[in-house]
């Protein structure tokens, strides 16, 4: 079965610092897409970027940017210039099999410092 | 923005009662998620429509559990009885899946998710 592990259960950082959140993934398929979702105490799961794996340039989304290592399977999340809104969940996910079914990690709990 | 609407946003009920849930994917989307997630598990896929048939419900135990999809703007998750076990955030997710061979490049678009104890 396809695993997503995310090594780091909490992180911190102080507000306008930079952090990287670890993810690592296993699978057998040589095309899919790798994604970080946010979940803030509202409980609500929102997407902050997404990597398809056949595309060697890394993602970035404003202040978001990924770290894809394809041959290493690893696929780290990087926040820069942290905001105080940034403290959340943060989940690494894979889709799994070649589907649309989604492996998630167990997430690591990010806090932002003043 | 569109989003996905899920009902009830929290359910207290009895062991051994009937729970059901309700999601309004987005408008246009096809495919239907539906996850749950505890502090032990994390997030996991109970079942997942496409075009309103369940293309997997491998996550999900059968004999207290059926997921249904009466139309294009209903997704339903039910549970009967209900045990204490199932006590748990339960996440709804649509997407605009491709079908066929291969995936959507779509990112799942969760609701807010019910979250859900049984005494």
Redesign the interface.
């Known amino acids: 079965a396809q695993t997503v592990t995310q090594s780091q259960p909490e992180m911190s950082v102080q507000e306008a610092e930079t952090v990287t959140l670890s993810c690592t993934y296993d699978t057998s398929e040589s095309d899919y ?1 790798l ?1 970080w ?1 946010k979940q803030p105490p ?6 902050v970027i ?1 990597q ?1 794996a056949y595309k060697q340039q890394n993602a970035t989304e404003n202040r978001f940017s990924v770290n894809f290592q394809k041959a290493a399977k690893s696929f780290s999340l990087k926040i820069s210039d942290s905001q105080l809104g940034d403290a959340a969940m943060y ?1 690494c ?1 894979s ?1 799994q099999g ?10 690591t709990k990010l806090t932002v410092n003043p | 923005d569109a989003r996905v609407t899920q009902t009830p946003r929290h359910k207290v009920t009895e062991m051994g009662q009937e729970v059901t849930m309700r999601c309004q994917p987005i408008l246009g989307h096809n495919t239907v998620f539906w996850y749950r997630q505890t502090m032990m598990q994390g997030l996991e896929l109970l079942a997942y429509f496409r075009n309103r048939a369940p293309l997997d419900d491998s996550g999900m135990p059968k004999d207290r559990f059926s997921a249904e999809m009466p139309d294009a703007t209903l997704a339903t998750l039910k549970i009967q009885p209900s045990e204490p076990r199932d006590s748990a955030v339960y996440f709804c997710a649509s997407g605009s899946g491709q079908g066929g061979f291969g995936y959507s490049n779509q990112p799942q678009h969760f609701g807010d998710g019910t979250r859900l104890s049984i005494l």
């Open positions: 897409y994604f979702y509202s409980r609500q799961m929102i997407l997404r398809e989940f996910a889709n070649g589907s649309e079914k989604l492996v998630f990690g167990k997430g």
